[in-house]
């Protein structure tokens, strides 16, 4: 909806040429022309009326009216204070219509056409309005009946994520709201694989075991199985909001697990077998996991009916639900398969004293 661009029409202009040896002549300078014109066509604030039945004081503009601003004769008549007295403009300069010329537009040293538009319904995200842009675009190429194919024939092509390496010939750029949206997600993205790469490490320097975190990071998607539907069931959006909502319940996540991998650890030092210690953890500890649960949810409850940080309340509220009915699953049995791997391929040593 409201598709527009910034193609201007042309249109007719008052050009004002200044002839500048009668001006000398006549002891006007350029800069006194200027001034009478900006005064006469823009308005100049000459001093402000103060109403004290408003609030603010009303600036005083002095300007020609409509009819006089347009006129050729009107514009020639105007006086011009010089050194010698008033003269009018008509006798230092030539007044006359011309044609506007087209604005030309740049980005990035290219010059651009700007094409804007806003989507509205069902479909708020533009990534759709794209796809169907391109389709759009691919039928015009095909019948041959693209505006650009008279400066180079074929597709039109399109860049979504980077700018045009050459302004030779036509392309087509994404931009605008569908740039910010790339960038948000693509920054968010790599912050969020950062904090994976810190919580493996802490996670290894505090058990001691380069394959205990993907028992404990494991739940960290398996939150996605809440968000995903969450935002279907309330029809919401996936937004920035919603991306920050799964990192930060990401934290979350990795600390349920912990508690569970640190309870089973602790009672195996206490010499309980492995498969007893697996499943007293996944009762156990599974109340403080469930409170945990309880409080994000509640906390989180606040937001949800904002229009900006509902994304943030869903993630919050259904990642973690998810995640903490599929961790005291999931966390156990990678714990249990993993250690009991380590203990099948342990090497048998035996010592020999005499």
């Given at each position: 909806m409201d598709v527009d661009w910034y193609v201007t029409d042309p249109h007719p202009e008052l050009r004002v040429e200044l002839v500048t040896d009668k001006a000398t002549a006549l002891g006007v300078s350029p800069e006194r022309v200027r001034q009478v014109l900006e005064a006469a066509l823009r308005g100049t604030t000459v001093g402000l009326v103060r109403d004290p039945q408003s609030r603010e004081d009303v600036p005083l503009v002095v300007r020609l009216p409509q009819s006089r601003r347009t006129s050729?004769?009107?514009?020639?008549?105007?006086?011009?204070?010089?050194?010698?007295?008033?003269?009018?403009?008509?006798?230092?300069?030539?007044?006359?219509q011309d044609m506007a010329p087209a604005v030309i537009y740049h980005k990035n040293l290219f010059p651009v056409v700007y094409v804007t538009a806003d989507m509205a319904g069902g479909e708020e995200s533009p990534i759709y309005a794209m796809l169907r842009a391109g389709h759009a675009l691919d039928d015009l190429a095909a019948q041959g009946r693209g505006a650009w194919q008279r400066a180079q024939p074929g597709t039109l092509p399109r860049l979504t994520t980077s700018m045009p390496a050459q302004d030779h010939e036509y392309v087509l750029k994404w931009d605008g709201e569908w740039q910010i949206t790339y960038e948000v997600f693509r920054d968010?993205?790599?912050?969020?694989?950062?904090?994976?790469?810190?919580?493996?490490?802490?996670?290894v320097g505090w058990f001691g075991s380069y394959t205990t975190p993907i028992a404990i990071m494991a739940p960290i998607p398996l939150s996605l199985i809440g968000i995903i539907p969450a935002?279907?069931?309330?029809?919401?959006?996936?937004?920035?909001?919603?991306?920050?909502?799964?990192?930060?319940?990401?934290?979350?996540?990795?600390?349920?697990?912990?508690?569970?991998?640190?309870?089973i650890e602790l009672r195996r030092n206490q010499g309980v077998p492995l498969a007893e210690a697996v499943v007293e953890a996944g009762a156990l500890r599974f109340r403080p996991m469930l409170l945990t649960a309880a409080s994000v949810v509640a906390g989180a409850f606040v937001i949800l009916f904002d229009p900006i940080f509902q994304g943030l309340a869903i993630s919050l509220m259904a990642g973690e639900v998810a995640a903490t009915l599929f961790s005291r699953l999931v966390v156990p049995v990678l714990y249990y398969l993993e250690k009991r791997h380590e203990e099948r391929h342990v090497t048998p040593q035996a010592t020999v004293q005499g």
């Open positions: 050729e004769s009107q514009l020639a008549a105007l006086g011009v204070h010089g050194t010698h007295g008033v003269v009018s403009l008509g006798e230092i300069a030539r007044i006359r968010m993205g790599l912050a969020f694989a950062a904090v994976l790469v810190l919580i493996a490490l802490l996670v935002h279907a069931l309330a029809g919401a959006f996936f937004t920035a909001t919603s991306m920050i909502g799964f990192i930060a319940g990401a934290g979350i996540v990795v600390r349920n697990s912990i508690i569970l991998v640190d309870f």
